[in-house]
């Protein structure tokens, strides 16, 4: 029977895996795992089933050798592992001959000063050799590849993204897409990871950065010289950053500025049709109420994106949304959950657990963050709420402004900025000796009336019925 062109094949996000069961009989030589998981650094199809194919063989020696009880030894990827070993001792060789030579046959650098230096490459394909006669002719052209370095750009992506897994998942998904564009880019051009230098570097920013918009163009330029930073101290590259100093500072005429160009609150206007439209019949139905809840909550919280979206059952307790984690130390605060909110918070937590996520149906999400405000985004633009400037990515009105009209309705409530501050999680409010070292912040009862002071805008309906003047006073 033919084999499956696709076997052990696993498509996580844009990352070919090799998955494989391995036998019960022999589970206990890989710590009780019930499959071996090993990512194929690439989302090309193609090149997965050539890696695949040498992985299958390398497994396939495991398996046995766990059969034969002969204990593993690595990371279970030898032709990987040795790869990588050979290839770091290549650079080695290669940047001073005398100091390897006198390493690997144990004698002093004076010693060889006068002999023949070796090279690492004879003993790589010695070893090259040996490889074959275990994995085969796809195994040991695997060897070759990787200690010469003639892999793929993003052969390494996946482990230079897991050191760096402390980042926020929008960064590394941001890397992660602007170095594969690279890697595909590259290959259409036949270029090898070691084939990278300067010239090609440059070509590259050339013909697809530079015409991007600036903002984007420096962070498409960060993700691959912080690539490259960490190819280089790992032995996978050698030589300077080719992504250094290739887009020099843009300086023209200075732009001219006014307050039309700064991101601003909702209007009155704006809210009223954010909260009370009928929702756009071209959006996906299953996410009205979250987007609804969602932004009636940030319109009488003041909390940011991030806060609302990954609330915890348990930080939604005895009145108080109990914000512990956010981007300034300030943010950690108590906030009183406004008294038009109880009703989405009630029905959000019944049944749950301490530990669930109040918008449940965003915690599977690998970047919730990021999810919600393109539904949002996609949301406010269908209701033709929008403040675009040209040359401008991001709208002036945004999820952020409800933050800024919680903010902008509590002053013009007469509440005082430091009890602003403390509700919303700046610093700024609060940096005098008095407040910022001395106070121990106002107190919940002071957050409540602050909370309470912003008042809930009202239907358009409602409004036209009692005769109110859109845009005045809710």
Not at 166 to 186: E, H, M, S, V, Y
Not at 234 to 248: D, L
Not at 306 to 331: P, R, S, Y
Not at 332 to 337: D, E, Q
Request: hydrophobic share 40%; net charge positive.
């Amino acid at each position: 029977m033919a084999r499956k062109p696709r076997r052990y094949l696993v498509l996580k996000g844009n990352i070919y895996w090799f998955k494989r069961d391995i036998p019960t009989a022999i589970r206990q030589h890989f710590g009780g795992k019930t499959a071996y998981l090993e990512s194929l650094d690439t989302g090309d199809v193609l090149t997965a089933r050539d890696r695949r194919d040498a992985v299958e063989r390398a497994v396939d020696g495991m398996f046995a050798n766990a059969k034969a009880g002969t204990p593993l030894v690595g990371s279970q990827d030898a032709i990987r592992d040795l790869g990588e070993i050979w290839a770091a001792e290549l650079t080695e060789s290669r940047a001073d001959p005398y100091a390897w030579t006198a390493k690997t046959s144990g004698r002093s650098v004076a010693e060889v000063a006068d002999e023949e230096v070796d090279s690492a490459e004879g003993f790589i394909h010695d070893k090259a050799d040996d490889i074959e006669r275990s994995y085969g002719a796809a195994g040991k052209a695997r060897f070759l590849g990787i200690a010469f370095g003639r892999v793929a750009v993003d052969f390494h992506l996946a482990a230079h993204l897991a050191e760096a897994s402390a980042l926020a998942p929008k960064t590394l998904n941001g890397w992660r897409g602007q170095i594969n564009r690279f890697a595909a880019w590259a290959g259409v051009e036949g270029l090898d990871l070691g084939d990278v230098d300067r010239r090609a570097a440059g070509r590259y920013v050339t013909a697809k950065i530079v015409p991007m918009n600036s903002r984007t163009a420096a962070k498409h330029l960060s993700a691959l010289k912080t690539y490259w930073t960490y190819l280089i101290g790992r032995g996978h590259a050698v030589g300077e950053n080719p992504w250094e100093g290739q887009i020099k500072a843009r300086k023209g005429k200075r732009a001219e500025r006014s307050a039309v160009e700064k991101e601003r609150p909702f209007t009155d206007k704006e809210m009223q049709t954010l909260l009370f439209a009928d929702y756009p019949k071209k959006l996906n139905k299953a996410h009205r109420e979250q987007i609804h809840d969602a932004i009636r909550m940030a319109a009488l919280s003041g909390l940011r994106l991030a806060e609302v979206i990954t609330l915890q059952v348990a930080e939604c307790q005895n009145g108080m949304f109990d914000i512990q984690q956010g981007k300034t130390a300030t943010a950690a605060r108590r906030v009183p959950i406004h008294s038009e909110l109880e009703g989405i918070i009630g029905r959000r937590t019944v049944g749950k657990s301490l530990n669930d996520w109040l918008f449940h149906e965003l915690s599977k999400e690998r970047d919730p963050g990021d999810i919600f405000g393109k539904r949002f985004g996609r949301y406010r633009e269908r209701l033709g709420v929008a403040a675009d400037i040209e040359g401008k990515r991001r709208s002036l009105v945004n999820f952020h402004s409800f933050r800024r009209w919680f903010i902008t309705e509590a002053e013009r409530a007469g509440q005082p900025e430091t009890t602003i501050a403390a509700v919303v999680g700046h610093a700024a409010g609060r940096r005098s000796m008095t407040f910022g070292v001395y106070s121990g912040g106002p107190s919940d009862e002071q957050r409540r009336a602050c909370v309470e002071a912003v008042k809930a805008p009202v239907s358009l309906a409602s409004v036209r019925h009692s005769g109110m003047r859109v845009g005045g006073q809710f």
